[in-house]
């Protein structure tokens, strides 16, 4: 049985906000990866896990998006994004349904060109065009670039999206599974918990700010012989002004932030949750190397 499991890691690539974290929630079936409409959601290389049984393993790294990079916090995001293309064995590009290719996805399509791993075209959000405009979107796409395979799909909606494991597992090389059948993430819980307290920050707080917050779990413990888990996180800002926006009118923000990740956090933990949320200032965090390795984003990370 174990000689026909085929296992392999797969990287989902595009510019931010394509869909990534959407689509790679929807193929595990959990929330994992944190989604907003608002850039560099996603920081780290997040690794969850897809398993069929009798077929194999897919491991998927949802890195944040390829663009240009404006501060340290963003050559490290990028720097991980680009490192990733070389070390799996499928990469998914997605892109958006469009005849016009931009100079995000032209900066992609130079960073492609260079690997030789076989990619996946994914055009996302088809359930914001017409049916008819989708096969001269193939077409603009493949003028560019020899794709292994080229999916239309939506993955908000969950259509045409149950196709792509299948097409996956055709480029996997035959071995044994990375993890039991029961893992989806390898990700710690704390710092899913963080990300999920970020993602909730990102929804609540205006535009200019998320791109400046960090999140930290301080503890993260057990109450003895009860069903209740004790949480204290800070909020890491740049700027005193953001500090009051984030707790708001007599901590009105503050406490919506940690409601609403409270609920997700006792879904994901499956227990009680008692959160108790504070935010400190810590200027320009995003330019401090230091701070950064302090905060989880370190480079040398594999």
Same mark, same amino acid.
């Given at each position: 049985m174990e000689a026909?499991? @085929? &296992?392999?890691?797969?990287?989902?690539?595009?510019?931010?906000?394509?869909? @990534? &974290?959407?689509l790679m929630n929807r193929l595990i079936g959990q929330k994992i990866a944190i989604t907003s409409k608002k850039p560099q959601t996603t920081r780290n290389r997040i690794q969850t896990v897809y398993t069929e049984e009798g077929k194999g393993q897919i491991v998927f790294l949802d890195t944040p998006g390829i663009h240009k990079a404006k501060n340290k916090l963003g050559e490290y995001m990028v720097n991980v994004a680009e490192r990733t293309l070389n070390e799996v064995d499928v990469i998914l590009w997605l892109v958006e349904p469009s005849n016009f290719i931009g100079a995000g996805e032209r900066h992609i399509l130079e960073k492609l060109k260079k690997t030789s791993t076989p990619v996946i075209l994914i055009i996302n959000k088809t359930d914001t065009v017409k049916k008819e405009e989708i096969l001269e979107f193939i077409d603009t796409y493949r003028k560019?670039?020899?794709?292994?395979?080229?999916?239309?799909?939506?993955?908000?909606r969950g259509e045409n999206t149950e196709i792509l494991p299948e097409?996956?597992?055709?480029?996997?090389?035959?071995?044994p599974m990375f993890y039991d059948g029961n893992t989806i993430t390898d990700q710690p819980e704390r710092q899913?918990?963080?990300?999920i307290i970020r993602e909730k920050s990102l929804h609540a707080l205006d535009q200019e700010i998320p791109h400046g917050i960090a999140v930290t779990i301080e503890r993260m413990k057990d109450r003895k012989n009860q069903d209740i888990m004790d949480i204290d996180a800070t909020i890491i800002c740049e700027r005193d002004s953001h500090k009051g926006i984030i707790i708001g009118k007599g901590g009105s923000m503050l406490k919506k932030i940690g409601t609403n990740a409270r609920f997700e956090i006792e879904r994901l933990l499956d227990c009680k949750v008692n959160l108790k949320l504070w935010v400190k200032v810590k200027k320009d965090w995003r330019d401090s190397d230091f701070l950064l390795k302090n905060f989880g984003y370190r480079e040398n990370e594999k």
């Amino acid at each position: 049985m174990e000689a026909n499991l @085929k &296992s392999g890691f797969v990287t989902l690539v595009g510019r931010p906000n394509v869909g @990534k &974290s959407t689509l790679m929630n929807r193929l595990i079936g959990q929330k994992i990866a944190i989604t907003s409409k608002k850039p560099q959601t996603t920081r780290n290389r997040i690794q969850t896990v897809y398993t069929e049984e009798g077929k194999g393993q897919i491991v998927f790294l949802d890195t944040p998006g390829i663009h240009k990079a404006k501060n340290k916090l963003g050559e490290y995001m990028v720097n991980v994004a680009e490192r990733t293309l070389n070390e799996v064995d499928v990469i998914l590009w997605l892109v958006e349904p469009s005849n016009f290719i931009g100079a995000g996805e032209r900066h992609i399509l130079e960073k492609l060109k260079k690997t030789s791993t076989p990619v996946i075209l994914i055009i996302n959000k088809t359930d914001t065009v017409k049916k008819e405009e989708i096969l001269e979107f193939i077409d603009t796409y493949r003028k560019q670039y020899d794709f292994a395979e080229v999916v239309p799909l939506s993955a908000l909606r969950g259509e045409n999206t149950e196709i792509l494991p299948e097409l996956i597992f055709k480029y996997l090389p035959y071995g044994p599974m990375f993890y039991d059948g029961n893992t989806i993430t390898d990700q710690p819980e704390r710092q899913i918990v963080a990300e999920i307290i970020r993602e909730k920050s990102l929804h609540a707080l205006d535009q200019e700010i998320p791109h400046g917050i960090a999140v930290t779990i301080e503890r993260m413990k057990d109450r003895k012989n009860q069903d209740i888990m004790d949480i204290d996180a800070t909020i890491i800002c740049e700027r005193d002004s953001h500090k009051g926006i984030i707790i708001g009118k007599g901590g009105s923000m503050l406490k919506k932030i940690g409601t609403n990740a409270r609920f997700e956090i006792e879904r994901l933990l499956d227990c009680k949750v008692n959160l108790k949320l504070w935010v400190k200032v810590k200027k320009d965090w995003r330019d401090s190397d230091f701070l950064l390795k302090n905060f989880g984003y370190r480079e040398n990370e594999k």
